[in-house]
């Protein structure tokens, strides 16, 4: 027997760096090593209880044991649209909305929507693993901007002409960032959006981190500047980061109607619908009783205090330099003054390698930047208790007291 995979597809999609990660540390702590896991991309917390508690109830009702729309249940609908009214200040119609399996089923159906060969999408690094596979596995071609640390992480307008061409079908756009924490500004929101009136090119903002924001940034959404923006644009957003839902696996998209049908379509085919009672869950948080909006803002805070405690102890690394993170809940260590180096007479050529030896020894796992395209640099996930972080840092710092 010859059984063989599609190699053409498999070829253009690697394993999520950061879930294998996440694994290794796992399985290293469940076989009673004490690792300090800071790879990790989801809260620490519990789901709030009323929420949780809401979809108790739902499951007693027969509606949330049952197949739903593939838009997403009514109540699901009702919500999506009365949040993008209150916080993107857009008014969305029934048909430009729909519910899908996770905020990442969201990108891939509007990936698979949009891009086909011969596109080419422009990121901006270091991105989201998952964005890159994603217009690869569509048949199209990551056109990257790489930005940088001292630029916090923003995008200069000649780094966007530089990558913009008549074949530019799609560009993605995620602030506050995976895996930088940088927030974008308004200003620069406009420019770029001022670059692209008169084209054909589609924009995809992922928001899943708009409620994580820290100190005096404030996140503003595109869709909300003018009717150019809003009709080029499909938001992206999610209950996984602010509400700790990860595993409840339910995203949001709302965007003009002819793209939504299309994401429909492929999500009928694909998945049918989000789980009907985690729809109902997502629609109690979405709906911001509030119950819900004091457990989110806490966890919030929480994290706020943890990003000090972080940048505190990040200024202590010799030769490591960060941007103070403007949102989500990670900062990228930028350790490009730190390699190539020794330690203990072995080679750390790049941060894969550093970040394999920060597991193996000093049972620390963060994520290599190369996961990102951001190659020289380390993600840390401050969703993590502050006697890990502690105990994190201690670690990284005795590690890089012997790299040289
Ligand atoms: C920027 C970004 N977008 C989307 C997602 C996926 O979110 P979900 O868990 O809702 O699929 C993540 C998760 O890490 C993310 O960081």
Redesign the pocket.
């Known amino acids: 027997m010859a059984l063989s995979l599609n190699t053409a597809r498999m070829s253009a999609v690697r394993p999520s760096a950061?879930l294998a990660m996440a694994a290794k540390a796992k399985a290293m702590q469940k076989a009673g090593i004490d690792v300090a896991n800071l790879s990790a991309?989801?809260p620490d917390f519990k789901t709030p209880a009323c929420i949780v508690d809401y979809a108790r109830r739902a499951l007693e009702e027969r509606a949330a044991h049952a197949y739903t729309n593939a838009r997403g249940t009514d109540e699901m609908i009702d919500a999506m649209r009365a949040k993008l009214r209150r916080e993107q200040y857009t008014d969305y119609g029934v048909n430009e909305v729909i519910a899908?399996?996770?905020?990442?089923?969201?990108?891939m159906l509007a990936i698979d929507a949009l891009v086909g060969a011969g596109d080419e999408v422009v990121l901006f690094a270091p991105y989201?693993v998952?964005?890159a596979d994603l217009v690869r596995l569509a048949g199209g071609t990551p056109v990257v901007v790489h930005t940088k640390r001292e630029h916090g992480y923003r995008p200069s307008p000649a780094d966007l002409e530089r990558a913009l061409t008549p074949r530019t079908k799609l560009v993605v756009l995620?602030t506050p960032?995976?895996?930088t924490g940088a927030g974008w500004t308004e200003d620069l929101l406009r420019t770029i959006y001022a670059r692209l009136r008169g084209t054909d090119t589609w924009v995809i903002s992922?928001e899943?981190?708009e409620r994580l924001t820290y100190g005096t940034f404030r996140h503003v959404s595109p869709v909300s500047f003018d009717d150019d923006a809003r009709g080029r644009t499909l938001w992206?957003g999610?209950?996984?980061?602010a509400y700790a839902?990860?595993g409840w696996?339910?995203?949001v998209a709302a965007g003009p109607k002819p793209l939504i049908d299309a994401m429909i379509t492929l999500q009928q085919q694909r998945t049918t619908c989000a789980a009907a009672v985690a729809q109902a869950a997502a629609a109690y948080a979405l709906r911001e009783s509030p119950d819900v909006t004091a457990a989110v803002e806490e966890m919030r805070r929480t994290y706020e205090k943890r990003r000090t405690l972080v940048l505190e102890r990040a200024a202590r690394l010799p030769g490591v330099a960060v941007h103070p993170p403007e949102g989500?809940f990670y900062i990228f260590l930028d350790l490009g003054a730190r390699l190539p180096g020794k330690h203990r007479g072995r080679d750390v050529g790049d941060d894969v390698k550093l970040s394999e030896l920060l597991l193996d020894e000093a049972h620390l796992a963060l994520v290599p930047g190369t996961a990102f395209d951001g190659p020289g640099g380390l993600r840390l996930s401050y969703a993590a208790s502050e006697s890990v972080l502690e105990q994190g840092f201690d670690r990284l710092e005795r590690f890089l007291a012997e790299l040289t």
Do not use: Q
């Open positions: 950061t991309g989801e899908t399996v996770g905020t990442k089923g969201a990108l989201w998952t964005y995620c960032s995976n895996p992922d899943i981190y992206v999610g209950v996984a980061k839902m990860t696996r339910v995203g989500a």
